[in-house]
């Protein structure tokens, strides 16, 4: 399926709304052509932006590498952290333009997407810094070093046309639906549909066409160019000869109503990008498995030769023998011509050596030697041709196990790993966990999550917890009015081991609690506050901490399972499950760790959380594991 150009300014508009105030955390290659970029916000959930040759969406999976993409490295030194500033598209071309920037350093990424389609990056100049692919055209040429270089454009920018932009088909004397397609540069799927809806015979010439039908083109397209641009779809999948997915309802068979076009382009090229791995995957088994069959064939044919072959010989053995019993006593007897005849072989003579040629075999023969003589030596020769047939057996059966151990090999071959994001809920952008009491407790990562916390999630039945200590979150007990001593003391365990008491290992810290009205949302008058900072009026209930230590754990939450991190006492409920401790090991060397745990203990389970999954759940800091399990 090939994306129309009024289609990807949909997408384009689309994707840059959703995708605003996101910054890139990490960027997969999936294809050759096909790249994968997560992007993150501190507030909301992540977005997966595919970047392909044949078109740019928003997917809800993740599918494994399934062959090496060259861009893949220089985009992880160049683009990660940085921000999508801006996705444009000139027109209706079927070119899209990422702008990316990262403190002073920008970033363009051109995808193409006509023709073999192309990924180009460059600097804010415009200057190619690497690319899918070279080109070297009459009109351009495009290769590392080189500044980018757009093709012509030809077409009636059709997002801005007008009823006079028509009127030149009164002139045409070729069919009206060829005009449409021609001038507009649409897909024939929108040519028909337009056509059909100004009920205007397609294959009527141009010049035979009233000033009314004109005006019935006129609309008809720039209504189905708008409700495609603006979103005013009806989308559907159609499945026929090819699959692909339309905006809007057209006429046809096959069509099934989907919920959003973003989501029927996320089915049919997702589907694409398997299909294409999966040819890539078995293209080598094919391979082998055909050049055995091969092989095969040709060794089943050689048994049927060589036996063929033995069986004449012997025949033409047991002819002279028979020619003994009719007085014929040597080769060089006249009656020998004719009996050789009757049985396909004949004497000839070549380079002063006599031969008896069976068919195409030939066997050198001693015309003085005795009929039963010569007859022995072609009994021998057949003896020889059979003894050749085993040897070819035994080689058809070893090609014949080879086969079998190859297709097996490609059956059970590695297929391409597809994992579907689930939707998460709003408070895994954040740190979290539930109590011992089963009550939601969800805490700030930085400074925009503390002030997301409290300005965005702050209910009046929540209770606020914080630490005087430098880099500690605001923590909220969620919902409860009279909560547990087992809760209040969880939840301040969490403050003060989210905040720098966990690097710098520092034991015998307190953690306070409020009530929400104490806490206020602005700085007194003439004062000022850093970003994240509140002012917390009267009285504050500390509750110390003892010990430092933390639960990792993979946790059953209504239908799905989530990695989180809290208080001890979660283990009790966990999955699985690993105790930790400040100091020790690195951040990313730990979370390593963790995760081969938990796969050995749930593999199916833990699968679908990454290694980044675990060190985000981590305190910041060293740490250790103590003890691990799983319920």
């Given at each position: 399926m090939?994306?129309?150009?009024i289609?990807?300014?949909?997408?384009?508009?689309?994707?840059?709304?959703?995708?605003e105030?996101?910054?890139?955390?990490?960027?997969?290659?999936?294809?050759k052509d096909?790249?994968l970029f997560?992007?993150?916000?501190?507030?909301?959930?992540d977005?997966?932006l595919?970047?392909?040759?044949?078109?740019?969406?928003?997917t809800?999976?993740?599918?494994?590498?399934?062959?090496?993409?060259?861009?893949?490295?220089?985009?992880?030194?160049?683009?990660?952290?940085?921000?999508?500033?801006?996705?444009?598209?000139?027109?209706?071309?079927?070119?899209?333009?990422?702008?990316l920037?990262?403190?002073?350093?920008?970033?363009?990424?051109?995808?193409?997407?006509?023709?073999?389609?192309?990924?180009?990056?460059?600097?804010?100049?415009m200057?190619?810094?690497?690319?899918?692919?070279?080109?070297?055209?009459?009109?351009r040429?495009?290769?590392?070093?080189?500044?980018?270089?757009?093709?012509?454009?030809?077409?009636?920018?059709?997002l801005?046309?007008?009823?006079?932009?028509?009127?030149?088909?009164h002139?045409?004397?070729?069919?009206?639906a060829?005009?449409?397609?021609?001038?507009?540069?649409?897909?024939?799927?929108?040519?028909?549909?337009?056509?059909?809806?100004?009920?205007v015979?397609?294959?009527?010439?141009?010049?035979?066409?009233?000033?009314?039908?004109?005006?019935?083109?006129f609309?008809?397209?720039?209504?189905?160019?708008?409700?495609?641009?603006?979103?005013?779809?009806?989308?559907?999948?159609?499945?026929?000869?090819?699959?692909?997915?339309?905006?809007?309802?057209l006429?046809?068979?096959?069509?099934?109503?989907?919920s959003s076009?973003?989501?029927?382009?996320?089915?049919?090229?997702?589907e694409?990008?398997?299909?294409?791995?999966?040819?890539?995957?078995?293209?080598?088994?094919?391979?082998?498995?055909?050049?055995?069959?091969?092989?095969?064939?040709?060794?089943?044919k050689?048994?049927?030769?060589v036996?063929?072959?033995?069986?004449?010989?012997?025949?033409?053995?047991?002819?002279?023998?028979?020619?003994?019993?009719?007085?014929?006593?040597?080769?060089?007897?006249?009656?020998?011509?004719?009996?050789?005849?009757?049985?396909?072989?004949?004497i000839?003579?070549?380079?002063?050596?006599?031969?008896?040629?069976?068919?195409?075999?030939?066997?050198?023969?001693?015309?003085?030697?005795?009929?039963?003589?010569?007859?022995?030596?072609?009994?021998?020769?057949?003896?020889?041709?059979?003894?050749?047939?085993?040897?070819?057996?035994?080689?058809?059966?070893?090609?014949?196990?080879?086969?079998?151990k190859?297709?097996?090999?490609?059956?059970?071959?590695?297929?391409?790993?597809?994992t579907?994001?689930?939707?998460?809920?709003?408070?895994?952008?954040?740190?979290?966990?539930?109590?011992?009491?089963?009550?939601l407790?969800?805490?700030?990562?930085?400074?925009?999550?503390?002030?997301?916390?409290?300005?965005?999630?702050?209910?009046?039945?929540?209770?606020?917890?914080?630490?005087?200590?430098?880099?500690?979150?605001?923590?909220?007990l969620?919902?409860?009015?009279?909560p547990?001593?087992?809760?209040l003391?969880e939840?301040?365990?969490?403050?003060?081991?989210?905040?720098?008491?966990?690097?710098?290992?520092?034991?015998?810290s307190?953690?306070?609690?409020?009530?929400?009205?104490?806490?206020?949302?602005?700085?007194?008058?003439?004062?000022s506050?850093?970003?994240?900072?509140?002012?917390?009026?009267g009285?504050?209930?500390?509750?110390?901490?003892?010990?430092?230590?933390?639960?990792?754990?993979?946790?059953?939450?209504?239908?799905?399972?989530?990695l989180?991190?809290?208080?001890?006492n979660?283990?009790?409920t966990?999955?699985?499950?690993?105790?930790?401790?400040?100091?020790?090991?690195?951040?990313?060397?730990?979370?390593?760790?963790?995760?081969y745990?938990?796969?050995?203990?749930?593999?199916e389970?833990?699968?679908?959380f990454?290694?980044d999954?675990f060190?985000?759940?981590?305190?910041?800091?060293?740490?250790?594991i103590?003890?691990?399990?799983?319920?």
């Amino acid at each position: 399926m090939a994306l129309a150009g009024i289609e990807l300014r949909y997408l384009v508009n689309d994707i840059n709304k959703r995708i605003e105030g996101y910054y890139v955390s990490n960027i997969y290659g999936i294809t050759k052509d096909s790249l994968l970029f997560k992007f993150h916000h501190p507030e909301k959930s992540d977005i997966l932006l595919m970047l392909s040759t044949f078109g740019i969406w928003i997917t809800n999976v993740k599918i494994e590498q399934i062959e090496p993409n060259k861009l893949l490295k220089h985009l992880r030194s160049n683009i990660l952290r940085s921000k999508l500033r801006e996705i444009k598209q000139i027109g209706t071309e079927r070119i899209v333009y990422l702008t990316l920037s990262y403190f002073e350093k920008e970033f363009v990424i051109v995808v193409e997407l006509f023709g073999d389609g192309n990924i180009i990056i460059c600097n804010n100049e415009m200057k190619i810094l690497a690319l899918s692919h070279s080109i070297n055209v009459k009109h351009r040429q495009l290769r590392v070093g080189s500044q980018y270089v757009q093709p012509p454009l030809d077409n009636l920018d059709i997002l801005n046309m007008t009823e006079k932009d028509f009127e030149p088909i009164h002139s045409a004397p070729i069919a009206v639906a060829k005009w449409i397609g021609k001038t507009l540069g649409l897909p024939r799927k929108y040519i028909e549909e337009i056509t059909r809806s100004a009920k205007v015979e397609s294959k009527k010439k141009g010049e035979e066409i009233s000033n009314e039908e004109v005006k019935r083109l006129f609309d008809s397209a720039t209504q189905i160019v708008n409700n495609v641009v603006t979103g005013k779809h009806d989308p559907e999948i159609v499945r026929d000869d090819e699959m692909y997915v339309n905006p809007i309802s057209l006429a046809g068979e096959n069509h099934e109503k989907i919920s959003s076009f973003m989501d029927g382009l996320d089915t049919v090229f997702t589907e694409s990008i398997l299909a294409k791995g999966k040819t890539i995957q078995s293209s080598p088994f094919a391979k082998k498995i055909s050049e055995l069959e091969t092989r095969l064939d040709e060794q089943t044919k050689a048994i049927g030769i060589v036996t063929e072959k033995s069986e004449k010989i012997a025949k033409v053995a047991n002819s002279l023998f028979e020619g003994v019993s009719q007085g014929i006593s040597s080769m060089d007897d006249s009656k020998i011509t004719a009996l050789l005849k009757t049985n396909n072989s004949e004497i000839v003579k070549e380079k002063g050596i006599t031969y008896l040629k069976v068919e195409d075999e030939k066997i050198k023969i001693d015309l003085n030697s005795s009929l039963p003589t010569t007859a022995s030596a072609l009994f021998n020769e057949s003896k020889k041709q059979k003894a050749a047939i085993g040897s070819i057996e035994k080689l058809l059966e070893k090609t014949e196990k080879e086969l079998q151990k190859v297709v097996k090999k490609g059956e059970g071959a590695k297929q391409v790993s597809v994992t579907q994001v689930r939707k998460k809920n709003w408070f895994e952008r954040y740190r979290w966990f539930y109590t011992t009491d089963g009550v939601l407790a969800v805490g700030g990562r930085d400074s925009s999550s503390n002030s997301a916390i409290i300005r965005k999630h702050l209910e009046k039945n929540d209770k606020v917890f914080h630490a005087e200590i430098s880099g500690s979150p605001f923590f909220l007990l969620k919902d409860n009015v009279s909560p547990t001593p087992a809760s209040l003391t969880e939840v301040a365990h969490a403050t003060i081991c989210f905040s720098k008491v966990w690097k710098e290992a520092f034991y015998g810290s307190s953690a306070y609690w409020v009530n929400p009205d104490q806490v206020k949302k602005g700085a007194p008058s003439g004062q000022s506050m850093a970003k994240g900072s509140f002012m917390i009026e009267g009285q504050r209930n500390f509750v110390k901490i003892s010990s430092l230590k933390m639960c990792v754990a993979i946790i059953k939450h209504e239908e799905s399972y989530l990695l989180t991190c809290g208080p001890p006492n979660m283990k009790n409920t966990a999955i699985c499950y690993a105790m930790i401790e400040p100091t020790g090991q690195d951040m990313p060397d730990v979370a390593k760790r963790i995760r081969y745990e938990f796969l050995s203990s749930n593999e199916e389970i833990a699968k679908p959380f990454s290694i980044d999954d675990f060190v985000r759940v981590l305190p910041t800091g060293a740490c250790n594991i103590t003890e691990s399990g799983s319920a």
